[in-house]
């Protein structure tokens, strides 16, 4: 198993410009999730989906948008890049059970200048 | 909202001594406690939890407390070893489970050899 990938590594964008990145996980789980990481602010929760056609809002999500055709990819639009928004992205998967793992993936670094 | 506060943001020990990271969470309706470990550049990676219906866990060098009342858990990590250095996430979640976390703003642990 591959668990969870992202693409791309590392992005630069300028203010106004659009991108996706990519998620997509390998071990059947529907639960995903897209964090954000600042520093000294931890991880915070932008959307996640309980599964295909189901997205929701978390705690950060204007300026993003998200969908889950499938149970295996999860991508992230950034509808028109802000440098507010430069930061490392992680996508997260875990199953329906309460007991199941949080797997992350390697992250995206993204700035927007 | 939750709300995680996490200390110390950096912790410096001796190789083999003890060390302690605190978090203390506003909600009283948490019931899961993960802990996970980021090592540089890549995602976080669970190295523990607990459930609110436990008050200690351990995993060989690895344990963490949970105290409800006063709404804080603690990481403790015994006979610490140079790879041990990373920074440490705390996180807390009314779902019982890894969905829909709210972290802490990490701890860097560097062990001195």
């Known amino acids: 198993n591959a668990g969870v990938t992202q693409t791309p590594k590392f992005q630069v964008l300028k203010t106004g410009q659009s991108m996706t990145l990519q998620c997509a996980q390998d071990m059947n789980h529907e639960y995903m999730s897209w964090y954000r990481q600042d520093p000294g602010m931890g991880l915070r929760l932008i959307h996640y989906?309980?599964?295909?056609?189901?997205?929701d809002q978390g705690e950060v999500p204007n300026g993003y948008n998200v969908s889950r055709s499938t149970t295996e990819d999860f991508p992230l639009r950034l509808l028109s890049a802000a440098p507010s928004q430069t930061s490392v992205y992680f996508c997260?998967?875990?199953?329906?059970?309460?007991?199941?793992?949080?797997?992350f993936g390697p992250g995206t670094r993204l700035t927007v200048l | 909202g939750e709300n995680v506060e996490q200390h110390p943001s950096t912790l410096s020990v001796q190789e083999g001594d003890s060390a302690v990271i605190k978090c203390t969470y506003s909600d009283s309706a948490s019931n899961y406690f993960p802990w996970y470990k980021q090592e540089l550049g890549k995602g976080p990676q669970l190295i523990i939890d607990?459930?609110?219906?436990?008050g200690e866990k351990k995993d060989q060098r690895i344990a963490v407390t949970l105290n409800k009342t006063a709404k804080h858990f603690s990481l403790h990590i015994t006979e610490t070893q140079p790879e041990d250095s990373a920074v440490y996430f705390c996180a807390a979640s009314l779902s019982g489970s890894a969905r829909q976390l709210t972290f802490g703003s990490g701890t860097q642990l560097t062990v001195l050899p």
């Open positions: 997260a998967s875990t199953g329906i059970f309460e007991s199941n793992e949080q797997f």
């Open positions: 607990i459930r609110s219906n436990v």
């Open positions: 989906s309980v599964g295909a056609g189901i997205t």
